[in-house]
């Protein structure tokens, strides 16, 4: 049926391990240590939170890390990305530059905007990522935007936008899908579907789980996919992302997947979200897309246990100095507050 995600959303499926029969064995370890790194950094911001050492709200993707390492891996410096509120992911994957993003989330003027953002506004244009923002779905249009300039410019480069299940009740996704189509502007609309808006599952907010419907109503063309299968998102990220940059046509990318954590901080939040339970959490973990990869890799005899425990410790030593060194830099200065406000080009 078009209307339903089917055993997507069903916590106890989906769980066995990817196939890598002929996969890059680079490629594969490359996946596994980013999406290692991301889910690592994204604790350290939960128990930052928690310790009280960062003082705006944090909103963690952890359990998530498939989709953006996956995708990224098929995008270029000069394409045009954008995320939402929930974007740590969306930038590591693109440019692995965890000091920064310690730093901005700190509030520290080495951070990716300075320390005038935070968690939510963050920024990274030489490596492609073009911002996120708490508003939701405030860059679906801008990324539309930015493909139709890319068009304009006879560039092969595509927009990327990342948006969530709950951004498609803001009447401008959908002005956005139909925009896009009708100007034929080379964007990929990512959507992450995680079931749930803040505390509300999708169940009580829309008649249908299936966000891609609207990708039918659109006459866009699409794809509906296991969001923590890495080697399933990369390998069909790839023939959409070449499709757009050929075709100059838009297209949706739905990925089904779920968050650890509740909507921000640390908290899992199994006390507010209707349908949100231990069980649940433990059964969607059993689909962590890192663990699925690593047990796929170790069975096919590419890599072993101990190099992912030297893996993990180097990972955690550089989190360890990151967030040190993110800890002792300074603020901005008071005087700075309104110097990047409007831009003086």
Same mark, same amino acid.
């Given at each position: 049926?078009?209307?339903?995600?089917?055993?997507?959303?069903?916590?106890?499926?989906?769980?066995?391990?990817?196939?890598?029969?002929?996969?890059?064995?680079?490629?594969?370890?490359?996946?596994?240590?980013?999406?290692?790194?991301?889910?690592?950094?994204?604790?350290?911001?939960?128990?930052?939170?928690?310790?009280?050492?960062?003082?705006?709200?944090?909103?963690?993707?952890?359990?998530?890390?498939?989709?953006?390492?996956?995708?990224?891996?098929?995008?270029?410096?000069?394409?045009?990305?954008?995320?939402?509120?929930?974007?740590?992911?969306?930038?590591?994957?693109?440019?692995?530059?965890?000091?920064?993003?310690?730093?901005?989330?700190?509030?520290?003027?080495?951070?990716?905007?300075?320390?005038?953002?935070?968690?939510?506004?963050?920024?990274?244009?030489?490596?492609?990522?073009?911002?996120?923002?708490?508003?939701?779905?405030?860059?679906?249009? !801008?990324?539309? &935007?930015?493909?139709?300039? $890319?068009?304009? +410019? =006879?560039? %092969?480069? /595509?927009?990327? @936008?990342?948006?969530? #299940?709950?951004?498609?009740?803001?009447?401008?996704?959908?002005?956005?899908?139909?925009?896009?189509?009708?100007?034929?502007?080379?964007?990929?609309?990512?959507?992450?579907?995680?079931?749930?808006?803040?505390?509300?599952?999708?169940?009580?907010?829309?008649?249908?789980?299936?966000?891609?419907?609207?990708?039918?109503?659109?006459?866009?063309?699409?794809? !509906?996919?296991? &969001?923590?299968?890495?080697? $399933?998102?990369? +390998? =069909?990220? %790839?023939? /959409?992302?070449? @499709?757009?940059?050929? #075709?100059?046509?838009?297209?949706?990318?739905?990925?089904?997947?779920?968050?650890?954590?509740?909507?921000?901080?640390?908290?899992?939040?199994?006390?507010?979200?209707?349908?949100?339970?231990?069980?649940?959490?433990?059964?969607?973990?059993?689909?962590?897309?890192?663990?699925?990869?690593?047990?796929?890799?170790?069975?096919?005899?590419?890599?072993?246990?101990?190099?992912?425990?030297?893996?993990?410790?180097?990972?955690?030593?550089?989190? %360890?100095?990151?967030?040190?060194?993110?800890?002792? #830099?300074?603020?901005?200065?008071?005087?700075?507050?309104?110097?990047?406000?409007?831009?003086?080009?």
């Amino acid at each position: 049926m078009i209307n339903d995600l089917k055993d997507f959303s069903n916590p106890k499926k989906y769980n066995s391990l990817p196939s890598i029969k002929d996969q890059d064995i680079d490629v594969l370890k490359n996946m596994l240590s980013t999406m290692l790194l991301i889910r690592k950094t994204e604790q350290q911001l939960a128990l930052g939170r928690k310790d009280g050492l960062i003082g705006g709200p944090v909103h963690l993707g952890v359990g998530q890390e498939a989709i953006a390492v996956g995708i990224s891996l098929n995008l270029k410096k000069t394409d045009r990305v954008f995320g939402a509120h929930r974007s740590h992911s969306h930038l590591l994957a693109l440019n692995p530059d965890i000091y920064k993003l310690f730093a901005e989330v700190l509030g520290k003027k080495t951070g990716f905007s300075k320390g005038m953002g935070g968690s939510m506004h963050l920024f990274d244009q030489s490596n492609g990522f073009f911002g996120s923002t708490p508003i939701v779905a405030g860059t679906v249009p !801008l990324a539309v &935007g930015a493909a139709m300039a $890319s068009k304009m +410019q =006879n560039l %092969k480069d /595509i927009a990327v @936008s990342y948006i969530g #299940d709950g951004s498609v009740e803001e009447g401008v996704v959908h002005e956005s899908f139909n925009l896009a189509k009708v100007s034929k502007a080379p964007v990929l609309f990512v959507i992450e579907n995680n079931l749930f808006a803040s505390h509300m599952h999708i169940s009580l907010r829309q008649p249908s789980d299936m966000i891609s419907r609207f990708a039918v109503a659109n006459h866009i063309p699409y794809k !509906l996919l296991d &969001g923590n299968d890495v080697i $399933s998102i990369a +390998q =069909n990220s %790839k023939e /959409i992302i070449d @499709s757009i940059r050929n #075709d100059k046509e838009p297209a949706i990318l739905e990925v089904v997947t779920y968050r650890w954590y509740g909507h921000v901080d640390w908290r899992e939040d199994i006390d507010v979200g209707v349908s949100r339970s231990i069980e649940d959490i433990k059964n969607w973990k059993a689909r962590d897309p890192i663990q699925r990869l690593s047990k796929s890799m170790i069975n096919s005899k590419i890599w072993t246990k101990d190099e992912e425990n030297e893996l993990i410790n180097k990972i955690d030593m550089k989190i %360890k100095n990151d967030w040190e060194k993110a800890m002792s #830099d300074p603020y901005p200065s008071k005087e700075s507050i309104l110097n990047f406000v409007y831009s003086e080009d």
